[in-house]
Nanobody
């Protein structure tokens, strides 16, 4: 069982940058692809970004492409989400997830393990 713990969420202003971290409880290098999702109040959980097992392949939602960047440091079992040029519509709880698939799709069912989430609030 992989446990994921997110951190880094806080209140920021529009245009600010923020980096989220996700620490895994066990070795994820070479085993799991990783992803970030978010869920705003009253909305379904949506895909934000993913990174393959090797870290070579990344994928982004259209709404964040060019502003967000996902990266992983396998030696530390950690995944990051760098968020720049934040907008009020980025406000949500952000979740880290791990998938046993090599290249998971953007659906929540593609992922096996989930963290508890970290709140990101962007004020206008």
């Amino acid at each position: 069982q992989v446990q994921l713990v997110e951190s880094g969420g806080r209140l920021v202003q529009a245009g600010d940058s923020l980096r989220l971290s996700c620490a895994a409880s066990e070795h994820t290098s070479g085993i799991y692809a990783m992803g970030w999702f978010r869920q705003a109040p009253g909305k379904e959980r949506e895909f934000v970004a993913s990174i393959s097992v090797t870290g070579v392949n990344t994928n982004y939602a259209d709404s964040v492409r060019g502003r967000f960047a996902i990266a992983r440091v396998n030696a530390k079992n950690t995944v990051f989400l760098q968020m720049d040029s934040l907008k009020p519509e980025d406000t949500a709880v952000y979740y880290c997830a791990a998938s046993s698939k090599v290249l998971p799709g953007p659906g929540v069912r593609e992922y096996n393990y989930w963290g508890q989430g970290t709140q990101v609030t962007v004020s206008s």
